[in-house]
């Protein structure tokens, strides 16, 4: 079945560095969605991006969608304590018509003031 | 908007027991999601409906699981009879076609 990585699992920084992480999938995909888990909360819907290709922003936050539709980043700037949290990718598999979305393991992120 | 709804909040139980896990969607929205999240394995799809029809429980573990949605605004999971690995986060979900996800706050399910 379809399979979604996410890298790193676990990233620590600075407040005020910059954050990236990275999801792949093992299948072309219709769309990806991003989503952020604050610690015993519930994942929030960031953003979908859907075109081969896409950039989309978020104030601090940059989402790109691969030329291939299969990888995906999410790019924060300048990080700051709010940003804590875990990150997720998730995709729907392209031409399958299915709705029910595939979510990668997450990115932890950890910023120490 | 209350978001979607789900109950209880927290269920502790004996191995053996039937659990249920309620979740009420956002109103409109047609399409209903049960997810669990636990360390080791993330976050899993277990199953979904369509305009209440289930569409794809290939995510349900074992026939132990059974969910159902009597009409648009709720819909339950059941886990008959319960076991310690059951414990994890249940989250439901609802969405609009093409949207994204709106989450519940999560069943936080410990069978001991």
């Known amino acids: 079945g379809q399979q979604v990585m996410q890298i790193p699992q676990y990233q620590h920084v600075q407040e005020g560095e910059d954050f990236t992480t990275y999801c792949n999938s093992s299948?072309?995909?219709?769309?990806i969605q991003w989503y952020k888990q604050r610690p015993g909360g519930h994942p929030v819907f960031l953003i979908q991006?859907?075109?081969?290709?896409e950039v989309k922003k978020q104030k601090r936050l940059t989402f790109q969608f691969g030329e291939a539709k299969k990888n995906s980043s999410l790019h924060i700037t300048a990080t700051q304590t709010t940003d804590v949290g875990t990150y997720f990718c998730?995709?729907?598999?392209?031409?399958?018509?299915?709705?029910?979305?595939?979510f990668g393991k997450g990115t932890h992120l950890i910023i120490q003031p | 908007d209350a978001g979607v709804i789900q109950s209880p909040r927290h269920e502790v139980t004996e191995m053996g027991q039937e659990v249920t896990l309620r979740c009420k969607p956002i109103?409109?929205?047609?399409?209903l999601f049960w997810y669990r999240q636990t360390m080791m394995r993330g976050l899993e799809l277990l199953i979904y409906?369509?305009?209440?029809?289930?569409?794809?429980d290939s995510g349900m573990p074992e026939d132990r699981f059974s969910a159902k949605m009597p009409n648009a605004s709720f819909s339950t999971l059941k886990i008959q009879p319960s076991e310690p690995r059951d414990s994890a986060v249940y989250f439901c979900?609802?969405?609009?076609?093409?949207?994204?996800?709106?989450f519940g706050s999560g069943t936080r399910l410990t069978v001991v």
């Open positions: 979900a609802s969405r609009s076609t093409g949207d994204g996800y709106t």
């Open positions: 299948t072309t995909l219709s769309n």
């Open positions: 991006l859907v075109k081969s290709g």
């Open positions: 998730a995709g729907a598999a392209a031409g399958g018509g299915a709705d029910g979305l595939t």
């Open positions: 109103s409109g929205h047609n399409s």
């Open positions: 409906f369509n305009n209440n029809v289930p569409i794809d």
